[in-house]
């Protein structure tokens, strides 16, 4: 268990690689949809409420030391619920990132090889993930260390470069199509936040797991700016945007960067960076599906795991027959399954849990 701990910078790098894949997907565009010119206003709304979702959650766990969501289910229920609340986040671990990687191989297929076969591509990063997960968990870690921050960058500079482009006056109406619409139905923009799932597990493997608190607010903070960028950089160079159905619309962003005839079509950079953070992105979420398999089966190694896990993620990103089908399970199914599993059942567990915990010590204070 050594070998797997992981700082605290590492640690708020894994909680972003959830909100960066989404958004280099379609999220920007549904985000868009939903509140149309008051994108801006609710995003701030749901990152603070993020943020206190995020500091609840640090403090339901506070109480039961280096354990995790699957500890903390067997503490609450026994072992049968242990394993029904593993085989959750097992299935919500690998359908969504092979769902989001189907999205991703699709939109490479669509803009550069229209030729190419859909099995080629997605078979591709799965090998990669493959010869990933035989490294130390480390490793996967120490690449995504260096893979969020250019990835980070890169939306920063799409925002700045584009930004002689930008026409502020479409960020009005403020609220949109009023108050109800930004701030209530605007609510489930908080599944953008999904990185937040990682904090349930990420006790045991921390060097310095007295630092939850600044790993959630940190990282939360960072999507929250991170997310209205992106968002900012679409709403205001796009007229009628949130009317289309544009595939990967930051990449339809990039190609309006100019700096002179030397420097153009750039988008090429951003697609390699945002492939590498892909690769990191499904690397990570089969190694968390694996530790939890392997914490309900109680094999000594994940090792015989990685192929199986690999050919599973395989085979679920080609269940959807086309692009069409994948994107609506993103848009439409994805969200309800982070505000359903990360927002509602996680929270309820810690909640059960910690009201169990302390009636036990009033009883055992009792006698």
Not at 330 to 358: D, Q, S, W
Request: hydrophobic share 55%.
């Amino acid at each position: 268990m050594t070998k797997s701990k992981i700082g605290t910078t590492e640690a708020i790098m894994l909680v972003l690689t959830i909100i960066i894949t989404h958004t280099i997907s379609s999220l920007p565009r549904e985000i868009l949809v939903s509140t149309k010119s008051a994108t801006i206003i609710n995003l701030i709304f749901v990152s603070i409420l993020a943020i206190l979702f995020s500091y609840l959650i640090v403090k339901l766990m506070k109480n039961f030391g280096g354990s995790d969501i699957i500890d903390i289910s067997e503490y609450l229920g026994g072992k049968v619920f242990k394993n029904i609340i593993g085989i959750i986040f097992i299935l919500y671990f690998l359908v969504s990132s092979s769902i989001l990687l189907r999205n991703f191989c699709e939109s490479l297929r669509i803009i550069h090889y229209p030729m190419t076969n859909i099995v080629f591509i997605l078979s591709l990063f799965i090998l990669a993930l493959c010869a990933a997960n035989r490294l130390d968990f480390n490793a996967s870690l120490k690449t995504n260390l260096l893979i969020v921050p250019l990835v980070l960058a890169s939306i920063v500079f799409l925002f700045f470069a584009n930004m002689n482009k930008f026409v502020p006056q479409r960020a009005f109406p403020i609220f949109g199509d009023g108050l109800f619409q930004t701030f209530i139905l605007g609510l489930g923009n908080l599944s953008a936040f999904g990185g937040i799932t990682f904090l349930y597990f990420l006790p045991p493997y921390l060097k310095e797991p007295e630092k939850m608190k600044k790993i959630a607010f940190v990282s939360i903070g960072l999507s929250a700016i991170y997310l209205i960028l992106c968002v900012s950089t679409l709403l205001f160079m796009f007229s009628f945007f949130i009317n289309t159905n544009e595939i990967t619309p930051l990449y339809n962003a990039t190609r309006y960067i100019e700096f002179g005839s030397f420097f153009q079509r750039l988008e090429s950079i951003f697609l390699l960076i945002w492939i590498l953070a892909f690769a990191c992105y499904i690397s990570i979420t089969s190694k968390f599906a694996m530790g939890i398999f392997k914490k309900l089966t109680n094999i000594e190694s994940k090792k015989p795991l990685i192929d199986i896990f690999g050919l599973l993620m395989l085979g679920i990103s080609l269940i959807p027959k086309n692009y069409a089908i994948s994107d609506k399970f993103e848009t439409e199914i994805y969200p309800h399954l982070v505000l359903g599993i990360t927002f509602a059942l996680g929270i309820c567990i810690l909640l059960l849990a910690n009201f169990m915990k302390r009636k036990q010590k009033l009883i055992a204070n009792s006698h």
